[in-house]
């Protein structure tokens, strides 16, 4: 007898077909899914002021951006490379959406005062925000790649140098987004490169989708640099002027980062328009 969709195979007749959601499916849960025990646990102040569990709370939580980031600009990457620029495309308006939700964030790390940081600040020397590797692989891949700064990491894994030493050797986005354009015949030497940028930016008719692409790469650049400005602001509020407790100069050399563009071409472009 052929199975109908009101007969499926294991199930008898007149008895619902077995269920795979809800309680009866029984096979997850929600914290196990998503390993909340384990999670909820990796917050572990070391001193006993109130704020510590909010400042180890927010980095965590910009780690997991990091980290979500580095998938989606990874596929984006890949994506421009195989001429799939409408995938590229739609994976930005996520990577857009992460970054602004990152720069709505600092203002929740400022509700503690200069005086409630000051309560644990010393406990967190010789750590400091410098040391995050994932922040610097997202300025890697996004074309700026500084070799010099794995001989200034410490106490770092041989797997976190491992994977800075691949995002140093790998195609970064800017270099993905040459791939488009070589592949739409224009030329991407040094000498050429912006005459190929102007083809695009003029002849929207033929080459929207490259130049919305190079929007969405500028959109990119200019997010995170709207967060590094919040991040030295943030900074600035709580410590003044003091030095990081990394070692650094703290909020100068931070301000100094801010000026730093991933795709200085697409800037100069505007000029040439």
């Not at 002027?241 to 100094?256: E, F, H, I, N, Q």
Request: proline fraction near 5%.
């Amino acid at each position: 007898m052929p199975v109908t969709p009101s007969r499926r195979a294991g199930a008898g007749d007149g008895e619902p077909p077995p269920r795979s959601f809800g309680e009866e499916g029984g096979r997850l849960s929600y914290g196990g899914y998503l390993r909340l025990p384990g999670l909820l646990a990796q917050q572990e102040p070391r001193s006993g002021a109130s704020d510590e569990l909010l400042f180890i709370t927010v980095h965590q939580v910009y780690e997991l951006w990091f980290k979500l980031l580095l998938h989606e600009l990874e596929r984006i990457r890949d994506a421009m490379i195989e001429g799939s620029l409408w995938r590229a495309r739609h994976l930005f308006r996520r990577v857009h959406s992460v970054e602004r939700v990152m720069v709505e964030q600092v203002q929740v790390i400022e509700t503690m005062t200069p005086q409630d940081f000051l309560e644990f600040r010393s406990v967190l020397a010789p750590a400091s925000g410098f040391q995050s590797v994932q922040f610097r692989e997202l300025e890697f891949i996004s074309g700026v790649k500084d070799p010099a700064y794995l001989t200034r990491l410490r106490d770092v894994g041989d797997a976190e140098t491992a994977r800075l030493k691949r995002r140093l050797a790998e195609p970064s986005l800017w270099d993905a987004y040459l791939t488009a354009l070589s592949q739409r015949g224009l030329p991407i030497s040094d000498d050429e490169i912006m005459d190929s940028l102007l083809a695009v930016a003029r002849d929207r008719g033929s080459h929207d989708d490259l130049w919305e692409l190079a929007e969405d790469l500028l959109t990119h650049d200019e997010t995170t640099a709207l967060w590094r400005m919040r991040h030295v602001q943030m900074v600035e509020r709580q410590i003044g002027t003091k030095s990081g407790t990394g070692g650094s100069s703290g909020a100068p050399y931070l301000r100094g980062r801010t000026r730093m563009h991933f795709f200085p071409l697409l800037w100069e472009l505007r000029a040439w328009l």
